[in-house]
């Protein structure tokens, strides 16, 4: 399987994350991708080629003018404000504060284009995320070229990612952007499979209202898991969307068994809907010893997720997202890669 690798993620290198109260050193850090591009080459998964620049289109498709417009001049207009730290959003909009205003002072905008503290803005996270998206777009175009399948190596993450607002590490929905390129390629539907153990909230959120992107996600239930706020079985979509959004909340707790009927029942669904493509937001953040995580998945699962994935038979493009645990990230997330080729 191709791999398309950017070594540009580790422009973007947080500083600290607010966890149980305490500044905490960001759990999402460049290690990650390394150890996951480590892995790749450790057992020989196929070519590893380097992002093509796709520009500002394909983000726009899916994410709003002035939403790109401020991820874009965040760092400098933080920076002329006489800031050097990292930026970090510090009061929002919410319920009956108003939201027909964006504010002109950037702390304000960091607040407006945002929903959590999770999203460190620095020197390099422009690149880095623009570079990622690129990363994402890069395998979407192998796939439509033909490939049966093809992995981006992510980083930043992008399921939080809405149409405009950042969150929970991610900035750019590189699955989105990936699943839109392929629609504006000529697929006629695109499934999203979305593995990582949070609730992808920005992806449902972008393709809520449609049919012809199916989302279906599997995550830590949000009553009592962040993000809190959406992720409930009874979101289903909406309008022309009704019934092409599946959400399945699982308990802390959760190991193979469960969670491999509740992929079962999401994969008769992507049969039955019969999408061009596939796209996996791929997350391993549900292993048994992720650091912010709740599930009790094993090394081994992850290759019977990938086999579970292979079977449905389509052009499948996997797009990295969580995972924490970082000695065991690459061999999670390759894993599943291993898995669908076997
Ligand atoms: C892409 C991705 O996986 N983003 C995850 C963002 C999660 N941010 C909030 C984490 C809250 C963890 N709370 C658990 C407390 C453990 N003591
Ligand atoms: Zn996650």
Known sequence: MLTIYSDTHRLHHGKAELIDGTLKPCFEMPRRADMVLGRVREVGLGDIVPPRDFGRHPLTRVHTERYVHFLEHAWQDWTASGRDYDALPLVWPVRDLRLDRVPRDIDGRLGFFSFDAGVPITAGTWQAITDSANVALTGQAAVTGGARAAFALCRPPGHHAAAEYMGGYCYLNNAAIAAQAFLD???????????????????????????????????????????????????????????????????????????????????????????????????????????????????????EIGRRIARLGRPTLFVMEGGYAVEDIGINAVNVLMGFEA
Do not use: K, M
């Open 185 to 303: 390629d000529g697929a006629g539907r695109v499934s999203i499979l979305d593995v990582d153990y949070h609730h992808g909230n920005g992806t449902q959120s972008i393709f809520y209202h449609r049919r012809d992107v199916q989302f279906l996600s599997l995550h830590g239930d949000p009553d009592v898991e962040y993000p809190y706020f959406l992720g409930f079985a009874d979101e289903t979509g909406a309008g022309e969307g009704e019934g092409y959004n599946h959400n399945y909340p699982l308990p802390h707790g959760t190991a193979w068994p469960d969670y491999a009927a509740a992929l079962d029942n999401a994969c008769a669904r992507i049969a039955a809907y019969g999408p061009d493509v596939l796209v996996i937001s791929l997350g391993v953040d549900t292993f048994e010893h992720d650091p912010i995580s709740q599930f009790r998945l094993r090394n081994a699962d992850y290759l």
